[in-house]
């Protein structure tokens, strides 16, 4: 397991390990043997990936912004699907939801109190004052890209549009936690923050995740963690950031006809946003968004 300095490093760079991630591998085992939870190697990507993984967002992008242009009062969360399939599909994507765990359609719609996870329907219609998330996931050469935006349809309430708003924020906030050596934790927490700050609260049980080779890789990431714990974010690890952020309680279930859809217990609506993120040497990039 043990490289030379003088060898080519485990990234693939074709630097010689010493120029390239023995530092990064020393700063790692110091911290994994003072009881912090590190990243393991295989979810550091390399340049190569990352590249990847950004021709995919590239896709995943396209895809919403195209949503954005199209969605409107009147449509059903099943065309919404459709767009998704066709332009996902005519740019050289898979949707990556396709056939996921039986996940049957290229997109998640969910709508008003529905949290995450909304499988689309000819029988749901958007209608004026509803809030939707529309999550897309895009798999091109094998890597793995995912976000997902809210979107307003007509005149919404005062009180649907704050959620989106401050639902918005709290990703923002989340993100400006994010740096090589911070933990996933102080992320979390200023996420989880913000939004109770603004009489909210964050879905426990349902987080983001490490993303790049597959859809859901390690670390898992949740929102009710505190600053100082979780994950120690290093140089290459990307993941998303995507709270559900519920206008009442945190509580939630999973439509048992389905076994997927999930809603908010006290029926109230809940917004999410979600950004796939890499940590840099100096900060981190939005891939998508
Ligand atoms: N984009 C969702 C996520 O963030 C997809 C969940 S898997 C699905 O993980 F099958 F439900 F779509
Ligand atoms: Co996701």
Same mark, same amino acid.
């Given at each position: ?29 110091q911290l ?27 896709i995943n ?66 209608k004026e ?57 102080? $992320? /979390?927490? +200023? ?6 700050? *603004?009489?909210? &609260? @964050?879905?426990?049980?349902? !987080? ?38 519920? $206008? /009442?309680? +945190? ?6 006809? *389905?076994?997927? &859809? @999930?809603?908010?217990?006290? !029926? ?22």
């Amino acid at each position: 397991m043990k490289i030379g300095r003088n060898e080519p490093c485990w990234c693939g760079s074709g630097k010689k390990y010493k120029m390239c991630h023995q530092k990064f591998d020393e700063k790692i085992e110091q911290l994994k043997s003072r009881g912090y939870k590190v990243p393991p190697r295989n979810i550091i990507k390399t340049e190569e990936q990352i590249e990847g993984m950004k021709k995919s967002a590239a896709i995943n992008i396209a895809v919403l912004d195209h949503v954005t242009d199209c969605i409107k009062e009147g449509m059903t969360t099943e065309e919404i699907d459709q767009i998704v399939y066709e332009k996902t599909t005519a740019m050289g994507g898979i949707p990556a939801t396709l056939n996921y765990q039986g996940f049957p359609k290229s997109v998640c719609t969910s709508i008003n109190e529905q949290v995450c996870h909304g499988i689309p329907s000819e029988a749901d219609i958007l209608k004026e004052g509803d809030i939707v998330n529309v999550d897309c996931s895009t798999i091109l050469n094998g890597y793995f890209s995912d976000s997902s935006r809210m979107f307003c349809i007509g005149e919404i309430s005062e009180e649907k549009r704050r959620l989106v708003n401050i639902t918005r924020e709290c990703v923002k906030k989340g993100l400006e936690q994010v740096k090589p050596w911070g933990f996933l934790g102080d $992320m /979390g927490q +200023a996420v989880h923050d913000y939004a109770y700050a *603004n009489g909210y &609260t @964050v879905v426990r049980e349902i !987080g983001g995740h490490g993303i790049g080779l597959e859809f859901h890789e390690e670390p898992w990431v949740g929102y009710n963690s505190e600053a100082g714990t979780e994950m120690v974010m290093a140089p290459g690890m990307t993941f998303t950031i995507e709270p559900m952020v519920n $206008m /009442g309680k +945190a509580e939630i279930y999973v439509d048992d006809k *389905n076994d997927w &859809t @999930v809603y908010t217990q006290d !029926g109230k609506p809940s917004a999410q946003w979600e950004v796939m993120v890499l940590v840099t040497e100096d900060g981190y990039e939005i891939l998508s968004y």
